[in-house]
């Protein structure tokens, strides 16, 4: 078997990295990633390819989407205070390792593996490889991020400790239809939400739901303007290039809503096999509930009639609890070169996840569905 790193995925065979990658997750797809790439999404944010490859022979058996990064932006598990106390220690934080899809803050593999061989075995070679890359390069740290916690858990023996976060998730338990969905809620929570798509309703504006190929060049345009109207209210960068989006439309819906016929308000979300993940919304005015209406609602509705098992929004936000999508755990894992920072750190991180595991506990006595027996 045969470890090595490589800077760019056009060295990757498309057939090769998919069969590890499966179907189901879109984000650590080839055609996902290598778009990142080849769109200028990564390098002028500080994301430098270093993909993590074991090889038998000649067969790929395991990956890694990894980068070096020069700075925090675009992780969702955010260190900025870990920088700044190696800074105000004379150390340098940056540049790190990080494994991960770039400004991306959804659950998914980030070990990939070969269905032919053992997975535990791969993910413990690929795992200490990483180690050894960060300790050759002299970087920092290592930050596996949104990955499953049995992974977190066997890297521990490596050095590894774990970082958790919280988001909100909503599940089809089956649902005939949006209205069987309410009829799950409490009563006044299902008055809300037929409110909110009242005055959606009652406004005038129509939605529509299109797949990225069913778009028009102008339907994309102004799209990609909502996307980049966002960020530029929230003084961000849109990182993610409008010619990634064409690239990657074959995973794309679109969510769109039209007043009179115009284009004022849409949401960019990605399909999964099984899963739907809401990523970018913007308008060009504020309309009552129709944030609501194209970011949640009609997300729900799409996976009831499309038997899709779970919807991803987004990370953070407390309000979409009362919306049907509760609280569910992520987990990252980290690993710190520095001894004295990762005891302190990793200190942190302990009592961090008890107020988290609090915090879960808290979001989840406010579930807005009838108590059941």
Not at 136 to 162: D, V
Not at 233 to 256: C, M, W
Not at 332 to 344: C, G, L, P, V
Request: aromatic share 14%.
């Amino acid at each position: 078997m045969e470890l090595s790193t490589c800077d760019t995925l056009t060295l990757v065979p498309a057939d090769s990295w998919n069969e590890l990658a499966g179907d189901e997750n879109p984000f650590i797809q080839h055609d996902f990633l290598l778009a990142l790439e080849q769109h200028q999404c990564l390098h002028p944010y500080g994301w430098y390819p270093n993909y993590l490859i074991l090889k038998d022979d000649d067969k790929l058996i395991g990956a890694a989407p990894a980068y070096i990064k020069t700075n925090s932006y675009g992780e969702f598990v955010f260190d900025w205070s870990w920088a700044d106390a190696y800074q105000q220690a004379g150390k340098k934080y940056y540049p790190k390792l990080v494994i991960a899809i770039p400004f991306t803050p959804a659950n998914g593999p980030r070990f990939l593996t070969h269905p032919d061989y053992d997975a535990k075995e791969i993910i413990q070679k690929l795992t200490e490889f990483s180690v050894h890359v960060a300790k050759q390069l002299n970087l920092s740290s290592i930050h596996n991020l949104f990955l499953a916690k049995e992974i977190t858990e066997q890297q521990k023996q490596s050095g590894f400790f774990q970082r958790i976060d919280c988001q909100y998730h909503w599940h089809n338990q089956n649902y005939k239809d949006f209205d069987d969905y309410l009829s799950y809620l409490k009563t006044k929570k299902r008055k809300n939400i037929r409110q909110e798509r009242r005055k959606v309703n009652d406004s005038g504006i129509v939605i529509k739901r299109l797949h990225g190929q069913e778009l028009s060049e102008e339907q994309w345009q102004r799209l990609y303007d909502f996307y980049r109207i966002t960020f530029m209210k929230k003084s961000g960068s849109p990182t993610l290039t409008y010619e990634f989006f064409r690239a990657i439309q074959h995973k794309v819906l679109a969510i769109v809503a039209l007043n009179n016929e115009e284009m004022v308000a849409g949401a960019i979300c990605i399909k999964g096999k099984n899963t739907l993940y809401g990523r970018h919304w913007g308008c060009y005015e504020d309309y009552d509930g129709l944030h609501f209406e194209v970011c949640y609602y009609q997300g729900i509705e799409y996976c009831i009639e499309n038997n899709i098992a779970l919807f991803e929004p987004g990370a953070q936000g407390e309000h979409k609890i009362s919306r049907g999508f509760l609280p569910t755990i992520t987990w990252s894992s980290h690993w710190i070169a520095d001894e004295e920072f990762k005891r302190i750190i990793e200190a942190h991180c302990e009592r961090e996840r008890d107020y988290m595991q609090l915090h879960y506990m808290d979001m989840c006595n406010t579930s807005p569905f009838k108590k059941t027996d």
